[in-house]
Structures are given as C-alpha cells and as structure tokens.
Nanobody, 123 residues
C-alpha cells in the first residue's frame, strides 16, 4: 500500500510554469508506476502523463506533449510533473496515482490516489 500527497499547484499566468510533486509513503515506492490525472469542473477526469516503475516508459496526453515532462526520483519517493507554457485549458485539479502493473493513462488501472492539487491558469 502507498499513500500519495501532491503539492506545487497554484495560480499562474498563461505561458507560465509550475512543477507538481507527488510524494509517496513506504519503502517500495519504486515498485509503482505513477500517473498524473486532472479534472476540470464539469469535465471527466483525464490522464495527463505516466511513468513506469521498471523501464522509465513515459506517456503523455496529446494536449500536453511538448509542454509537460514527467520524471521520478525513487530515492526521494517523488514523481514530478514539470508544466511549461501553461494554458487556461490546463486549469484543473491534478491528481497523482499509483499502480504496480504498468505505466498507463487509463485511470481504472490505478489503485491508490492522492487528494489533488489545484492548478489555475489565468491572467
């Protein structure tokens, strides 16, 4: 079992950057694939990015390719989501999630979820 805590959200102007962090508890964090998801008001939750636990395979939604970068530091039990060139449509609550199976943008593969961090992109 792993517990996840997100941080790093906030208010940023269009074109700005934020780095989200997802910190996991426990000594076997490295055995989990981690995904980032987001949900905007009135919209369904969507997969943003994910990173594998055994081969660093990374996946990105088309809407964030070239702007967002996922990385992990297992020594610190942390996965990062660097978000650049932010757009108003990136506004959402961002969640990280963990599973032991595979890196994927499919939310139903994930067992453990954090509480989320709000990202607001507005001038």
């Amino acid at each position: 079992q792993v517990q996840l805590v997100e941080s790093g959200g906030g208010l940023v102007q269009p074109g700005g950057s934020l780095r989200l962090s997802c910190v996991g508890s426990g000594s076997d964090f490295a055995s989990y694939a981690i995904g980032w998801f987001r949900q905007a008001p009135g919209k369904e939750r969507e997969g943003v990015s994910s990173i594998s636990h055994y081969n660093d395979n990374q996946y990105y939604a088309d809407s964030v390719k070239g702007r967002f970068t996922i990385s992990r530091n297992d020594a610190e039990n942390t996965v990062y989501l660097q978000m650049n060139s932010l757009k108003p449509e990136d506004t959402a609550v961002y969640y990280c999630a963990a599973n032991r199976i595979a890196s994927t943008l499919l939310s139903n593969w994930y067992e453990y979820w954090g509480q989320g961090t709000q990202v607001t992109v507005s001038s």
